[in-house]
């Protein structure tokens, strides 16, 4: 027992050959055919042992050298979104001066749907230099760490496997996915004026969309200097934005466990879909941005949308349902939302104690657009209709798995 154990965690490590089941095949054959040449000698009997073992003893061999002088080695990859091809290049180097035959590229890989890439390399010529571009389906987010390729050899008649194994680390996030929004109203819908063709009237002040470039003043922030046009003009310049837009946007992202539906069509991932596209879309502009995906430091971010962008990316690949209460994260950041500014509240759950609070917000001048995506409404057979509005005084908006997230952002707006 323990030489099968020592073989076995051999075979894993790539340091040993290991049959094949075809291998173990030929074996049992060649020693039931040996067992009858010695009971019953015979010239047939001892011709077709003498065959099955240079076969085995020719393919052990053969196997042995499958992987002689042949390196591996890990090419630094980028980040990959959810539910997308995700690019492993790796370089294959044939130092013999003979070609080798195909092999397979076997790695663990947490984050696709087997948990786990085998990649075919076909023949390599002699000395001959490879990119192996190796693409993993996504289906889940996180960061992960890749370490271990296992290189598959073998002889050609396929009795024996001969591994070998490359230890090189590469970190890599899988970010969620997102939708690409061509326009996000950022107008608190109360306050903006609008003309007589039904657009926003831009006004100089502190906003998103920009409106000119003027002399510095002394009150205006640093962070507005246009640098460019400073240059060519000689004296400072800033950069003026509408006034009507606003300047910071809130995102809550709802994370208690028991109202999550898990996997990638599931309601918490659809959220996270929303609030990356949200955060992508705002990562162009110049304005504040709170993000809240629960109580902890690690999961909430708060500055300049540009600045903020790649922290910002790390918390949406790392968040995953807790038992934080949707009302212990709007009671850590209830004070930190300005006046004037905008909340997006992507809920998990809906109750009237929420739509109270979010009234309460409404009367501090803070716009609430409250999207809630029930787990019922992320089954095959079951649609956003099928639910029974509350009684509460503030409705949220209903998403399912079919909700189209550029025309939800647009309508809520």
């Known amino acids: 027992m323990k030489l099968l154990t020592y073989f076995t965690s051999s075979a894993i490590t790539g340091r040993f050959i290991w049959p094949t089941s075809h ?86 890989c947490e984050f696709s749907d087997e948990g786990k890439s085998n990649y075919f390399i076909p023949a390599l010529n002699a000395n001959e230099e490879r990119i192996l571009k190796r693409k993993v389906y996504a289906i889940n987010r996180g960061e992960f760490v890749l370490s271990k390729m296992i290189l598959i050899g073998g002889d050609p008649a396929g009795l024996f496997m001969r591994q ?49 470039v003027r002399e510095y003043r002394v009150s205006d922030g640093i962070r507005f200097i246009d640098w460019k046009n400073s ?12 006034e009507n837009s606003v300047h910071q946007v809130s995102i809550l992202v709802d994370c208690d466990e028991k109202y999550a539906k898990s996997g990638i069509d599931g309601n918490f991932e659809f959220l996270v879909r929303i ?21 902890d430091e690690s999961e909430s971010a708060e500055g300049p949308a540009q600045n903020i962008h790649n922290e910002v990316r790390h918390i949406l690949s790392l968040i995953q349902p807790s038992q934080t209460t949707l009302y212990e994260q709007l009671d850590k950041v209830l004070y930190e939302m300005p006046t004037g500014s905008i909340l997006y509240c992507l809920s998990l759950h809906e109750s009237p104690e929420l739509s109270n609070l979010f009234i309460t917000l409404m009367d501090r001048n803070i716009e609430v657009r ?15 209709e099928d639910l029974a509005a509350s009684n509460a005084a503030l409705q949220p908006v209903y998403v399912n798995h079919e909700t189209k997230i550029p025309n939800l952002l647009d309508a809520i707006g």
């Open 23 to 108: 291998g173990w095949v030929a074996m049992l054959v060649g020693c039931g055919s040996f067992a009858v040449t010695m009971v019953h000698p015979g010239f047939v009997t001892a011709m077709f042992t003498s065959v099955i073992f240079s076969i085995l003893i020719s393919s052990f061999c053969m196997s042995f050298l499958s992987l002689h002088s042949i390196t591996l080695t890990r090419i630094p990859g980028l980040d990959g979104r959810l539910g997308s091809d995700i690019l492993l290049p790796a370089k294959i180097t044939n130092h013999s001066k003979r070609a080798r035959q195909a092999l397979v590229l076997h790695e663990d």
């Open 164 to 212: 070998k194994l490359f230890v090189e680390e590469e970190k890599i996030y899988i970010l969620p996915a997102y939708e690409e929004l061509t326009r996000l109203p950022l107008y608190l819908s109360k306050n903006t004026r609008v003309s007589s063709t039904g657009q926003p009237i831009g006004i100089s002040g502190v906003g998103q969309d920009f409106y000119g």
């Open 231 to 242: 240059a060519k003009q000689q004296k400072l310049m800033v950069r003026e934005f509408e």
């Open 275 to 295: 609030a990356a596209s949200i955060t992508e879309y705002l990562s162009d502009l110049h304005c504040n941005l709170l993000l809240s995906c629960g109580i």
């Open 370 to 384: 409250w999207i809630h995506a029930p787990a019922e409404n992320f089954q095959d057979s079951s649609s956003s």
